[in-house]
C-alpha cells in the first residue's frame, strides 16, 4: 500500500489527482481539500475527513456528552489523542489538584478517553503538554493531514503542512461521531515575507508585523500561506510561532509549504513512520508544496529586513508597534478603528505619542503555545544567563510540554532561569489563558511571549498584557521594564 | 433525523456598540473550568457587567430580549463555544453585525443562532432605534435575508451553506455527516498517512 512515485498513473489515482495533471495548478489548500473531500453536503458545504483530531479537558467532555445523549460512539479513535492542558496547575502536578473544578476536569477526560479507546498523554507519560506544542513535537502532525482541535491556536500545525484549524465542542462532537466536519474552503492569501531578519528579531515579531499591517480582522473568510525567504528560512518551531497567531489576525487556518526542514524535523519522531516507509512518506509530503503557477485569492509582501522587535500596546494582537516606535496619535487611526483604539489607551492607561521602551512590567511570563518550545526557551536563557530579574518582577517559565522541559533541563537551562530569578514550572497553558493559579493580580502589567493581550485574559479583568518575543520578555524581566532587547545582544 | 428549521426569529433587541469584542469579553476564561454549558447565562460579559453598571446585559430594559446587535468583528478569538452557549442560555436566538469571528459564526451555526452580516449603516440604525425604544420588535427573516423593524427593511446576508442549514433544519451537522456511512472509510482509505504510507 506504499507510494512509490514510478507507480505514477496509479498514484495519481490513488490521490485523487489524475484529471487534474497539467491544466491545473492547485494550492497546499486545495490539494488537502480535494484529497479530505467526503462529499459535498446538500447545503453546499463540505463534508471534510479530519485524519487527525486532538483534544483537552477543557472543550471536550461537553462533547462526549452530547455523543452519549444520541447513543454514538467515537468513529475514530485511534485518531483521536488527548492531552491536559488548559486548566492543569505547573507547580504542582500531583493528582488530585487542589482545584477542584480542575481535577474534576482532568478525572472526566480520564474517564472519557478510557471509555472511548483514546490515546491520552496523562501528567508524568513524558507526552503530556500544551496540545499545540505536542502534536508536533510527537510527529502525530504531518504534512497533508487535516488536523482539528476544540481550540483556536490549532492553526500552529499548519507550520507542518497540514491544513489545521480551531473548533467548537459541537463541532468536537461532529468528529467524534464521524471524523468529519462540515466546512466551508477559504479563500487564500499568500503572505510573503522576503528578506532576512535582522539580528533580535524573531518569529513572533514576524507575524506581530503581519496582524498589525493586515489587521485583526483581515482574515476572516482566509487561510494564510507564510511564504517567502525569511519564512523558508526558519526552523519549525518558528514557523509554528508564525502560523499559530494566524487565527489573531481572523485567519482560521494559517501553513507553510512543507520542505526539507519539515522532513528533517519529523523524522524519527513517535508517531512518524520510520526506515522505507518515512521515505514513501517524504515523497508524499514532496507532493503537497503549492504548484509555483497555482492562483492565490490574495498575495500581500512584508520586507522582512526591516522589520524590528514588536511589542503590542492594545487590546488585540493588532495593536503593536515596533520597540523603537511610539503609539499612533489619533489622526493617524481609520476612523473604523478610532473605538478599539480609544478603548485601548484607556484600559492601558497609555497615551498617544508614547513610546513603550520604559513601560515598567510587574510579571514577565515566558509561556503558551506560541513561544514555549525549547528554542523560545534557549533564545530567553541566552539573555538572562548571568543577568538578574528586576526586583520587583514576578518572572517565571512554563514550558510547552513535558518533552520540552526535560530537554531543556538536560542543558541546564532550567538552573540559568532559577539563578536569575524566574520560577522554573512544569508545562501547561498557566498565564496565557489564566485558568489554573497562574493569573495576574489587579491592574498588573505582564510582559508576556503569548497570543492574546485581550482585556481579562490573563486571569486579571483589569490586568493588562504586552505581547512580545521570548527574548523581549527575558529583557523586561531583567531590565524591569520594557527595552530593546538587541541592546543586551552580544 | 433533524432539528426544527428555523426560518424566522422575532423577538426584541439588545444592542451591544463596539468593535472586535473577543469571546474571552463575552465568557472570560476562569468560568470555563466546569463539565456542562447549563447555567452560562450567569456569566454573560461576566467582568464588563461588573465593572459597568451600565452595561446592556444588565440593563432591565433589555431583559427578554432575543436579537443580539453587535459591531465589527464580533466573538474574534477563542474558539470556546461557552460565548454563544452562555448567549443561547441567556436567550438570544439570532444576531446582526457586521462580521464575525469566523470559529464563532460557525458555533453559532451548530447551536442554532443565526448570524446576519448587515451594512455597518444598517446596524447602526438598528442600535439607535433600540437603544430608543426597547419594545422594538425585530424580525430576521432567512428566506428573503431582510431584517423588520419600526416599518423599517434592510437587506443583510448570511453564507448560503449555514443559511440552507437553518432553512433545512440540518444546523447540527452530526446526521448529515453521518448520512455518508462508508463513504467516510473509503475515503480515509485513500489517504497515504491512514494506510501507513
Known amino acids: 500500500?506504499?507510494?512509490?512515485?514510478?507507480?505514477?498513473?496509479?498514484?495519481?489515482?490513488?490521490?485523487?489527482?489524475?484529471?487534474?495533471?497539467?491544466?491545473?495548478?492547485?494550492?497546499?489548500?486545495?490539494?488537502?481539500?480535494?484529497m479530505h473531500n467526503v462529499r459535498e453536503l446538500a447545503s453546499g458545504q463540505t463534508q471534510l475527513f479530519i485524519g487527525l483530531h486532538l483534544i483537552h479537558e477543557v472543550t471536550s467532555p461537553q462533547a462526549f456528552q452530547m455523543l452519549h445523549e444520541?447513543?454514538?460512539?467515537?468513529?475514530?479513535?485511534?485518531?483521536?489523542?488527548?492531552?491536559?492542558?488548559?486548566?492543569?496547575?505547573?507547580?504542582s502536578q500531583a493528582r488530585p489538584f487542589a482545584d477542584r473544578s480542575a481535577?474534576?476536569?482532568?478525572?472526566?477526560?480520564?474517564?472519557?478517553?478510557?471509555?472511548?479507546?483514546?490515546?491520552?498523554?496523562?501528567?508524568?507519560?513524558?507526552?503530556?503538554?500544551?496540545?499545540?506544542?505536542?502534536?508536533?513535537?510527537?510527529?502525530?502532525?504531518?504534512?497533508?493531514?487535516?488536523?482539528?482541535?476544540?481550540?483556536?491556536?490549532?492553526?500552529?500545525?499548519?507550520?507542518?503542512?497540514?491544513?489545521?484549524?480551531?473548533?467548537?465542542?459541537?463541532?468536537?462532537?461532529d468528529v467524534m461521531a464521524t471524523q468529519c466536519t462540515a466546512a466551508t474552503k477559504p479563500k487564500l492569501r499568500h503572505v510573503v515575507i522576503d528578506g532576512v531578519l535582522s539580528k533580535g528579531v524573531y518569529a513572533k515579531d514576524v507575524v506581530l508585523a503581519v496582524i498589525r499591517r493586515l489587521g485583526v480582522k483581515g482574515g476572516v473568510g482566509y487561510a494564510y500561506e507564510f511564504g517567502g525567504s525569511v519564512v523558508e528560512a526558519m526552523s519549525m518551531e518558528e514557523r509554528m510561532t508564525v502560523c499559530n497567531m494566524s487565527i489573531e489576525g481572523g485567519a482560521r487556518v494559517g501553513y507553510v509549504n512543507p520542505d526539507e526542514?519539515?522532513?528533517?524535523?519529523?523524522?524519527?519522531r513517535r508517531y512518524v513512520p520510520q526506515g522505507a516507509a518515512f521515505d514513501r512518506a517524504v515523497a508524499w509530503w514532496e507532493t503537497l508544496s503549492s504548484d509555483p503557477a497555482a492562483d492565490y485569492d490574495d498575495k500581500v509582501r512584508f520586507d522582512g529586513s526591516s522589520l524590528q522587535p514588536m511589542v503590542t500596546w492594545g487590546i488585540n494582537p493588532g495593536q503593536s508597534i515596533g520597540i523603537s516606535e511610539t503609539i499612533p496619535t489619533p489622526d493617524a487611526v481609520s476612523e473604523e478603528e478610532r473605538s478599539s483604539y480609544e478603548e485601548a489607551l484607556s484600559f492601558m492607561s497609555l497615551r498617544p505619542?508614547?513610546?513603550?521602551?520604559?513601560?515598567?512590567?510587574?510579571?514577565?511570563?515566558?509561556?503558551?503555545?506560541?513561544?514555549?518550545?525549547?528554542?523560545?526557551?534557549?533564545?530567553?536563557?541566552?539573555i538572562v544567563r548571568g543577568r538578574k530579574v528586576a526586583a520587583h518582577v514576578r518572572a517565571l517559565v512554563v514550558p510547552g510540554s513535558e518533552a520540552v522541559a526535560a530537554s531543556a533541563e538536560a542543558e541546564g537551562l532550567d538552573e540559568v532561569f532559577l539563578e536569575a530569578g524566574f520560577q522554573w514550572r512544569q508545562a501547561g497553558c498557566s498565564m496565557c489563558i489564566g485558568m489554573n493559579a497562574d493569573r495576574l493580580n489587579g491592574r498588573e502589567i505582564c510582559a508576556s511571549s503569548s497570543n492574546r493581550n485581550f482585556k481579562g485574559r490573563q486571569g486579571s479583568a483589569s490586568g493588562r498584557t504586552l505581547?512580545?518575543?521570548?527574548?523581549?520578555?527575558?529583557?523586561?524581566?531583567?531590565?524591569?521594564?520594557?527595552?530593546?532587547?538587541?541592546?543586551?545582544?552580544? | 433525523?433533524?432539528?426544527?428549521?428555523?426560518?424566522?426569529?422575532?423577538?426584541?433587541?439588545?444592542?451591544?456598540?463596539?468593535?472586535?469584542?473577543?469571546?474571552?469579553?463575552?465568557?472570560?476564561?476562569?468560568?470555563?473550568?466546569?463539565?456542562?454549558?447549563?447555567?452560562?447565562?450567569?456569566?454573560?460579559?461576566?467582568?464588563?457587567?461588573?465593572?459597568?453598571?451600565?452595561?446592556?446585559?444588565?440593563?432591565?430594559?433589555?431583559?427578554?430580549?432575543?436579537?443580539?446587535?453587535?459591531?465589527?468583528?464580533?466573538?474574534?478569538?477563542?474558539?470556546?463555544?461557552?460565548?454563544?452557549?452562555?448567549?443561547?442560555?441567556?436567550?438570544?436566538?439570532?444576531?446582526?453585525?457586521?462580521?464575525?469571528?469566523?470559529?464563532?459564526f460557525s458555533n453559532c451555526t451548530a447551536i442554532g443562532i443565526p448570524c446576519f452580516v448587515a451594512a455597518s449603516s444598517d446596524v447602526q440604525l438598528l442600535m439607535g432605534t433600540v437603544t430608543a425604544k426597547p419594545e422594538t420588535e425585530i424580525e430576521l427573516d432567512l428566506e428573503t435575508l431582510t431584517v423588520r423593524f419600526a416599518e423599517q427593511c434592510m437587506t443583510a446576508k448570511m453564507p448560503e451553506g449555514p443559511r440552507r442549514q437553518f432553512l433545512d433544519g440540518t444546523w447540527n451537522s452530526t446526521y448529515s455527516l453521518l448520512a455518508a456511512g462508508e463513504q467516510i472509510e473509503q475515503t480515509a482509505a485513500l489517504l497515504p498517512y491512514v494506510t501507513g504510507f
Open chain 1, 1 to 34: 500500500m506504499g507510494y512509490n512515485p514510478a507507480e505514477e498513473v496509479t498514484c495519481k489515482r490513488r490521490f485523487g489527482c489524475r484529471r487534474r495533471e497539467k491544466q491545473m495548478a492547485e494550492t497546499l489548500l486545495d490539494k488537502i481539500w480535494r
Open chain 1, 261 to 268: 526542514t519539515t522532513f528533517n524535523y519529523l523524522r524519527g
Open chain 1, 467 to 490: 505581547l512580545m518575543s521570548p527574548a523581549m520578555v527575558a529583557a523586561a524581566a531583567v531590565a524591569g521594564e520594557v527595552v530593546d532587547v538587541r541592546g543586551m545582544l552580544q
Open chain 1, 103 to 173: 481535577e474534576e476536569m482532568a478525572a472526566a477526560l480520564v474517564d472519557n478517553c478510557r471509555a472511548a479507546g483514546i490515546q491520552l498523554f496523562e501528567v508524568g507519560s513524558g507526552g503530556q503538554g500544551i496540545v499545540h506544542v505536542i502534536g508536533p513535537e510527537l510527529g502525530l502532525t504531518q504534512p497533508g493531514m487535516t488536523v482539528a482541535c476544540g481550540d483556536s491556536h490549532t492553526s500552529t500545525h499548519g507550520a507542518l503542512g497540514a491544513l489545521a484549524f480551531g473548533i467548537g465542542t459541537s463541532q468536537v462532537k
Open chain 1, 353 to 382: 505619542n508614547q513610546a513603550m521602551a520604559g513601560t515598567p512590567i510587574d510579571v514577565a511570563f515566558i509561556g503558551s503555545c506560541t513561544n514555549a518550545r525549547l528554542s523560545d526557551l534557549r533564545i530567553a536563557a541566552g
Open chain 2, 1 to 104: 433525523m433533524s432539528q426544527p428549521v428555523i426560518h424566522k426569529v422575532t423577538g426584541r433587541g439588545i444592542p451591544l456598540p463596539g468593535n472586535d469584542i473577543d469571546t474571552d469579553r463575552i465568557i472570560p476564561a476562569r468560568f470555563l473550568s466546569r463539565l456542562t454549558f447549563a447555567g452560562l447565562e450567569e456569566f454573560v460579559f461576566a467582568d464588563e457587567r461588573r465593572e459597568n453598571i451600565e452595561h446592556p446585559f444588565n440593563l432591565k430594559r433589555y431583559e427578554g430580549a432575543s436579537v443580539l446587535i453587535v459591531g465589527r468583528n464580533f466573538a474574534c478569538g477563542s474558539s470556546r463555544e461557552h460565548a454563544p452557549q452562555a448567549l443561547l442560555h441567556w436567550g438570544i436566538r439570532s444576531i446582526v453585525g457586521e462580521l464575525y469571528g469566523e470559529i464563532f
Open chain 1, 70 to 91: 444520541l447513543g454514538l460512539k467515537v468513529r475514530f479513535p485511534q485518531r483521536t489523542f488527548a492531552t491536559i492542558d488548559h486548566i492543569i496547575p505547573t507547580s
